[in-house]
C-alpha cells in the first residue's frame, strides 16, 4: 500500500487528542499537588517563627495556623494567607 492510498478521516485527527488532554491534565494535577505540598512543609518552617519575625514578613501567628489548618494535605496553604505578604514573596523570587 502506498501513503497515497491511505485516506484521512475526521475520526483519525481525533485519536490521539483525548490522550494528550488526559495526560496535560494529570500532570497539571500532579504539579499542583506538589506545589501544595511544598508550600505546605514551607509554611510549617514559618509557623516556627516567633511573633516578632511573623510580624517583620506581615503575618501574625492566627493567619498561618489559620491556613495550616484550613487546607488540606494536597492544597496549597497559601492560598488563605492575606495578599500583601504571598506579593512580597513573589516579587523577592524573582530578583
Do not use: C, Y
Not at 21 to 45: C, D, E, I, P, Y
Not at 51 to 72: F, P, Y
Request: aromatic share 6%; hydrophobic share 40%; no cysteine.
Amino acid at each position: 500500500m502506498r501513503t497515497t492510498d491511505r485516506t484521512f478521516t475526521p475520526a483519525m485527527a481525533t485519536a490521539g487528542k483525548t490522550e494528550t488532554r488526559f495526560f496535560a491534565t494529570a500532570v497539571s494535577w500532579v504539579k499542583s499537588v506538589l506545589n501544595g505540598l511544598r508550600n505546605r512543609q514551607a509554611l510549617a518552617a514559618i509557623a516556627e517563627l516567633d511573633e516578632v519575625h511573623l510580624r517583620d514578613i506581615g503575618l501574625n501567628r492566627r493567619d498561618v495556623d489559620h491556613a495550616l489548618e484550613k487546607t488540606s494535605l494536597l492544597q496549597d496553604p497559601f492560598t488563605l494567607l492575606p495578599p500583601a505578604p504571598r506579593q512580597r514573596g513573589k516579587f523577592s523570587a524573582a530578583r
